[in-house]
């Protein structure tokens, strides 16, 4: 007898990032020359740095469970870090690690959304907001940015909110578009958390990775008197190229991060202590070595532009940020994004990801975190697919 499962599992969805690129390594071990641009990771190696920090820390044996919230060591390092770059303030106390960005955003969520709350996500929307407000009973509203540059406005965030609203979700610089709010916009939203009484996620996990004359904006330096209704989201996944240690955090107001830490140890006891000590040793000396990512990023990001830009039908936004371009396929001969991907994928062997996944149909996200002879072959065959359809 099949056994029954509940209806908050039957509702979530796999990552359909993810999906695709299993499709892709299945293609590829079937022989085919497969170029994939699903990937929402760095192609460089941890820095030397951390990785010696994580073996001096197994040689030391500090390999047991840590305190739930991390190590003291690390969140000093996250603190210093916030001081410096950001000249925030932050105690222990107010600081959570957690096994990657992911699973602070899901803690944070389930400490802020009760059954029936309502969450506004700037659309397109990273697919995991999604699902984890859901988890926790909530409902995602959207505000579309499509029409804006990819940035919420005022105006289209208010037109969002209702008696149910509890907060907001930000993700800047923005996975899957690229765009990078300026000060204008993060002093929008904080006006609309301090007038409606709203918190804030503010997740900046791709706040290194800047381009042009981009800026990051932190909304707590920004506006530092909504510092308590705003829960910051970071980690070592992007900045210094560390995915797989899973090491993310989050920032924000005691009484939160506390909740958040008793729902942690219950379910994880404490992020991998070996992932801890090399977050640590990455902080005190990877600086230099983010720099050189964010600036190799900038040149691939510049030369996909070149090659996408004049393919007829295909619109392309400039990603300022992050490592993704959003490309707008609604003028193509296939304006099904779905079709788009699966068609490329068959037919040119690339993969890309629909927007479908991003709540927004009819663009497909490419990740220019790959080598610069992958973007400038991939780049080529999408611009034979677009110009070869019937
Ligand atoms: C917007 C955004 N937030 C958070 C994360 C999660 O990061 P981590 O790998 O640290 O869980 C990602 C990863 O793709 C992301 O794109």
Redesign the pocket.
């Given at each position: 007898m099949k056994l029954k499962i509940s209806k908050r599992a039957e509702k979530i969805k796999p990552s359909a990032t993810l999906a695709i690129s299993a499709m892709a390594r299945e293609m590829t071990s079937a022989g085919r020359s497969v170029l994939s641009f699903s990937a929402?990771?760095p192609d460089f190696r941890t820095p030397a740095c951390a990785a010696r920090a994580a073996a001096d820390a197994m040689a030391r044996g500090e390999t047991h469970y840590t305190a739930t919230s991390g190590i003291p060591e690390l969140k000093a390092a996250i603190a210093g870090y916030y001081k410096n770059r950001f000249c925030l303030d932050y105690a222990p106390s107010d600081i959570i690690v957690s096994a990657?960005?992911?699973?602070s955003?899901f803690e944070a969520i389930s400490v802020l959304v009760d059954e029936g709350d309502e969450v506004l996500l700037p659309k397109p929307a990273?697919v995991?907001y999604v699902e984890q407000v859901e988890l926790a009973g909530g409902t995602a509203k959207t505000v579309d940015t499509a029409d804006t540059g990819f940035v919420p406005t005022k105006e289209s965030v208010l037109a969002a909110l209702s008696d149910k609203t509890v907060g907001i979700i930000v993700?800047t610089p923005h996975?899957p578009t690229g765009a990078v709010y300026g000060e204008n916009a993060v002093l929008a939203l904080a006006d609309i958390a301090r007038e409606r009484g709203l918190w804030v996620i503010f997740?900046e996990?791709?706040e290194r990775l800047v381009y042009g004359g981009a800026r990051h904006v932190n909304i707590v330096q920004a506006a530092p008197d909504i510092r308590d209704r705003v829960i910051l989201?970071n980690?070592v996944?992007?900045a210094f190229s560390m995915?797989g240690w899973?090491?993310?955090c989050a920032l924000g107001p005691k009484d939160i991060i506390k909740k958040m830490d008793d729902i942690q140890s219950q379910i994880a006891s404490s992020p991998s202590s070996i992932s801890q000590w090399a977050s640590v040793g990455a902080y005190a000396g990877a600086d230099g070595e983010t720099e050189a990512h964010r600036a190799e990023f900038e040149r691939r990001r510049d030369i996909l532009l070149g090659i996408l830009d004049g393919i007829e039908g295909l619109k392309v936004t400039r990603p300022d940020g992050a490592f993704y371009a959003f490309l707008d396929v609604r003028g193509t001969k296939i304006p099904d994004d779905m079709e788009f991907c699966r068609r490329i994928l068959e037919e040119k062997n690339v993969a890309l990801v629909p927007g479908a996944a991003f709540l927004a149909p009819g663009f497909v996200r490419m990740s220019y975190a790959c080598s610069e002879e992958n973007i400038k072959a991939g780049a080529a065959r999408i611009r034979e697919f677009i110009r070869g359809l019937e």
């Open positions: 929402g990771e990657g960005a992911k699973a955003l990273w995991s993700n996975n997740d996990i791709y989201i980690g996944s992007k995915t899973r090491i993310g």
